[in-house]
């Protein structure tokens, strides 16, 4: 069975461009969340997905979007890039509160 | 906010050593814990989650848990360099099913 999928993996954007990221979760797992994580932390979580409807949302400006499809695969869109905002954006599915994580988008805005 | 704290390590051991990883958590009605495992430049992989206060065990890991004490640790028994990576405990606050993550402890295991 395939893992999850994350597109792309590596990409470089400037300041002020907007990004979208994208995620097919494992088959049969309902539920997808994103995640940011910088060099020496820990993953900062940014929204849950389940059945295509937010059942949360971290600390994170509205600059940050995201939605799930019908398929349950699912985009992050940053928009007005920070250099802050240069990390490895992970997204994971779940089952019974278990993560499971695709390889992460790592993204450098310069 | 709820926190999860670990001690970023790194946290040194010899080859064959038990390493003995902790956590601590500040959500009283937290009820899932888990463990999870990063190589440096990969992303975390799951190595044991745990339900209920005492000890899981799965091959050379163990978890233990302490709700009266909100504390999880992680051992990992006869110590091997590939062992070497940073593991993260993660709790999902009371009702939620979204995990919270501590920082990581760095283990560096030498030959």
């Known amino acids: 069975d395939a893992g999850v999928t994350q597109s792309p993996t590596h990409l470089i954007k400037t300041r002020g461009q907007q990004v979208t990221l994208r995620c097919s979760p494992i088959?049969?797992?309902?539920?997808v969340s994103w995640y940011q994580q910088v060099l020496g932390q820990g993953p900062q979580f940014i929204f849950q997905?389940?059945?295509?409807?937010?059942?949360g949302r971290g600390n994170f400006p509205d600059r940050f979007s995201a939605r799930q499809f019908p398929n349950y695969s699912s985009e992050l869109n940053v928009n007005a890039l920070l250099l802050g905002d240069s990390a490895l954006y992970l997204c994971?599915?779940?089952?019974?509160?278990?993560?499971?994580f695709g390889e992460g988008s790592r993204l450098t805005v310069l | 906010q709820k926190e999860v704290e670990q001690n970023s390590g790194p946290l040194s051991v010899p080859e064959g050593a038990i390493a003995s990883l902790n956590c601590t958590y500040s959500d009283r009605v937290s009820q899932s814990f888990f463990w999870y495992r990063q190589y440096s430049g990969k992303s975390p992989e799951l190595i044991m989650s745990?339900?209920?206060?005492g000890d899981k065990e799965d091959g050379r890991f163990t978890a233990q848990l302490n709700k009266a004490s909100q504390y999880v640790s992680l051992l990992i028994r006869d110590s091997q360099p590939s062992d070497s990576a940073t593991y993260l405990c993660a709790v999902p606050s009371g009702g939620s099913y979204i995990p919270t993550f501590g920082r990581g402890t760095s283990l560096i295991v030498h030959p």
């Open positions: 997905y389940y059945e295509k409807e937010e059942r």
């Open positions: 088959s049969g797992h309902k539920s």
């Open positions: 745990i339900y209920s206060n």
């Open positions: 994971a599915s779940s089952f019974d509160g278990e993560l499971f």
